[in-house]
């Protein structure tokens, strides 16, 4: 639960801009305890964070693996507009 409630607290911090906070929070979260959705959505995290700090190799990077890998269809969009972008 704590791992959620810190996915929620990145992107958050994301959408405010608050790239520094955005990135700790995600940093915290430990991949492994979490199921394939929120995993999902953490990498998503991930990549969006990255393009908007303008780490565009990594964004990619990410935003292919989803593609390859996700079988959530709202990550799936996601992703090709990442990788669009």
């Keep these: 639960?704590?791992?959620?409630?810190?996915l929620g607290k990145g992107w958050a911090y994301i959408k405010?801009?608050?790239?520094?906070?955005?990135?700790?929070?995600?940093?915290e979260i430990k991949e492994d305890g979490l199921e394939k959705p929120s995993r999902d959505a953490?990498?998503?995290?991930?990549?969006?964070l990255m393009s908007e700090t303008n780490r565009l190799g990594e964004a990619a990077k990410i935003y292919e693996e989803l593609v390859a890998k996700?079988?959530?269809?709202?990550?799936?969009?996601?992703?090709?507009?990442?990788k669009a972008d």
């Design 16 to 27: 405010l801009q608050k790239y520094a906070e955005a990135e700790a929070a995600l940093s």
């Design 42 to 48: 953490l990498y998503l995290a991930k990549a969006v």
């Design 70 to 82: 996700t079988d959530d269809p709202v990550i799936l969009v996601q992703a090709y507009i990442g």
């Design 1 to 6: 639960m704590q791992a959620l409630s810190r």
